[in-house]
């Protein structure tokens, strides 16, 4: 699944999308500073769109993000790991 991080319209925000997987019912977007520490948790924002705008993330930071489209099987199978600056 490709993913994409683009700029949000404020400081601090991003813009995350993904490629539409069939038969997904909603979408798990996680992200985390980088460099990403052994017990960091990731940040996850769920949403039954493949787009969102993601807010609060300190400008000038490196993220790391991923997607997860989810159905009816508890399993995830995450997306590879994009890594960016937010703006």
Same mark, same amino acid.
């Given at each position: 699944?490709?993913?994409?991080?683009?700029?949000?319209?404020?400081?601090?925000?991003?813009?995350?999308?993904?490629?539409?997987?069939?038969?997904?019912?909603? @979408?798990? !977007?996680?992200?985390?500073?980088?460099?990403?520490?052994?017990? *960091? $948790? +990731?940040?996850?924002?769920?949403? /039954?769109?493949?787009?969102?705008?993601?807010?609060?993330?300190?400008?000038?930071?490196? @993220?790391? !993000?991923?997607?997860?489209?989810?159905?009816?099987?508890?399993? *995830? $199978? +995450?997306?590879?790991?994009?890594? /960016?600056?937010?703006?």
């Amino acid at each position: 699944m490709g993913i994409s991080v683009k700029p949000g319209v404020i400081n601090g925000s991003v813009v995350i999308c993904c490629d539409a997987v069939r038969g997904a019912r909603f @979408y798990e !977007f996680a992200y985390n500073e980088t460099p990403l520490a052994e017990k *960091r $948790i +990731w940040q996850e924002q769920t949403s /039954t769109r493949r787009k969102i705008l993601i807010t609060g993330l300190v400008s000038g930071g490196q @993220y790391t !993000f991923r997607i997860a489209a989810a159905g009816s099987s508890a399993s *995830r $199978i +995450w997306s590879d790991k994009l890594v /960016t600056y937010v703006l």
